[in-house]
């Protein structure tokens, strides 16, 4: 037991030693997540207060996303942030491809595979669940 | 009575006209006018560049298929007649910094860490020559390229260092460095994916080639507000109007579907069923393959 705690403390302190002087933990503690089979593509980090209006998810970004590829979309959140971080994909016609919070049961994916058979612009979306105020990060990788 | 039965028949013919034009393919076009004009990028918001910064893919994604299609690897397709001693605007270094920045890609996903140092090096004395080395973690990249088991956490740092530069250039008012280097990001990518299909014409790569169609107009709403600044912009604009050229009887289609979605492992799956397809002759890939590579070759020479 006191081995494999020692080994866990060495893995993790190798993992931040790895990534140097990146100046936010959370990003590359998001990227780790996304697990080994994954390569970092990019990163969003979002920071939002409450919301007033619940309509939309209202952080909103474009990617260029490429036919035969798998990406993963993984969420992150801070320790201080009071909602968890939800993610939807709209393609340019605005129609919903994806959503990481399933709306008949509440559930809300820590991650999501995509495997995108159509290149195109899509609009990634993310905000907290119930428009709360909250702090996070979203991590889309390449899977291996 | 035979002029109702016909109005009838009109009206279920263009009934079926209309269904039938919706199931059919849609298809990706350029907008209207040939360029960009000037004024309509110059009220781009500063999100929106930032978002088309954003858009454009990682060179690492184009080195990712070629390793899936079991491309190997060759320092032919580098730039390495760049010599960052020589680059005597900034012009020619933002632009530089995006091209070998694609390379330390290339390079990258490749583990050929002893040519990356190499690439690595010029990468750090152009970027301080135009005073963003501080955003480059040239040391943990350079620690990181000697061990080969970090790939992923190099991966992340050579990208966000190049993230964090973009992110500096455009909000100090120097929009036009960053908007170089994207398009050298890019363009050294097209020559990569270019010049393996020349040689290992694969339909998945050649797809990808006719794909960037998509992004090109973004590319061009980027360097537009710049077209008129001086000579080397004006010549890269007609470079970019060139490419476009190039592209415009590419075409793309799209069949539609809905997604798929399976659970596994705590995650989701999302299978997409839409697909895009695009139909490009082996004339029109060899027009691209040839201004691709006559317009990269002149940009790095231009020492």
Redesign the interface.
């Known amino acids: 037991m006191k081995k494999s705690i020692i080994s866990l403390a060495f893995l993790f302190a190798l993992g931040l030693l790895?990534?140097?002087?990146?100046t936010d933990p959370l990003?590359?503690n998001c990227?780790i997540n996304a697990g080994?089979n994954?390569?970092?593509?990019?990163?969003f980090r979002i920071q939002l207060g409450k919301a007033t209006n619940q309509s939309e998810l209202r952080y909103k970004?474009?990617?260029?996303l490429?036919?035969?590829?798998k990406y993963r979309f993984t969420m992150c959140n801070a320790d201080n942030s009071k909602g968890q971080l939800i993610l939807s994909i709209k393609?340019e016609s605005n129609k919903q491809?994806?959503s990481?919070l399933d709306k008949k049961t509440g559930k809300i994916?820590?991650?999501?595979?995509?495997?995108?058979?159509?290149?195109?612009?899509y609009q990634i979306n993310y905000d907290f669940n119930n428009g709360q105020q909250g702090s996070g990060v979203g991590v889309v990788s390449?899977i291996? | 009575m035979t002029e109702r039965i016909f109005i009838l028949l009109i009206i279920v013919f263009i009934g079926f006209s209309c269904r039938n034009s919706k199931s059919k393919a849609a298809e990706?076009v350029f907008p209207q006018s040939d360029s960009v004009p000037v004024s309509e990028a110059e009220k781009l918001s500063p999100e929106a560049i930032a978002?088309?910064s954003?858009?454009?893919?990682?060179p690492?994604?184009i080195a990712?298929?070629l390793q899936t299609l079991q491309v190997p690897f060759s320092q032919n397709y580098l730039a390495e007649s760049i010599d960052a001693n020589k680059q005597s605007t900034n012009f020619d270094k933002a632009l530089k910094l995006g091209i070998l920045g694609a390379d330390l890609g290339y390079l990258n996903m490749y583990e050929k860490t002893g040519s990356s140092l190499d690439v690595l090096s010029s990468i750090r004395k152009i970027s301080e020559d135009i005073k963003v080395g501080q955003f480059f973690?040239f040391?943990?990249i350079k620690?990181?390229s000697k061990n080969r088991s970090?790939l992923?956490?190099l991966?992340?740092?050579s990208?966000?260092s190049y993230?964090k530069i973009d992110t500096y250039l455009r909000s100090n008012d120097r929009g036009q460095l960053s908007a170089l280097m994207i398009i050298g990001v890019w363009i050294e990518g097209q020559f990569l994916a270019t010049q393996v299909a020349n040689k290992f014409p694969d339909k998945?790569l050649i797809?990808?080639i006719g794909?960037q169609k998509?992004?090109l107009n973004?590319l061009l709403l980027l360097i537009s507000p710049y077209c008129n600044r001086d000579p080397e912009f004006t010549s890269l604009c007609k470079d970019m109007q060139d490419i476009k050229e190039k592209y415009r009887d590419i075409r793309?289609t799209?069949t539609q579907g809905e997604?798929v979605?399976v659970e596994k492992d705590?995650?989701?799956?999302?299978?997409?069923?839409?697909?895009?397809v695009v139909t490009m002759s082996k004339e029109q890939l060899n027009g691209v393959i040839e201004i691709t590579k006559n317009i990269r070759d002149r940009l790095i020479l231009n020492n």
Do not use: H
Request: charged share 25%; net charge negative.
């Open positions: 790895s990534f140097g002087q990146v990003i590359s990227v080994a994954a390569r970092y593509l990019k990163d970004a474009n990617m260029s490429w036919k035969n590829t393609d491809i994806l990481s994916y820590p991650y999501i595979d995509f495997e995108c058979q159509k290149s195109g612009l390449m291996k | 990706f978002d088309i954003k858009n454009i893919s990682s690492v994604e990712n298929l973690d040391e943990s620690r990181l970090n992923d956490s991966l992340f740092i990208i966000d993230n998945m797809d990808r794909e998509i992004i973004d793309i799209y997604p979605s705590g995650g989701l799956t999302i299978k997409q069923t839409e697909t895009s």
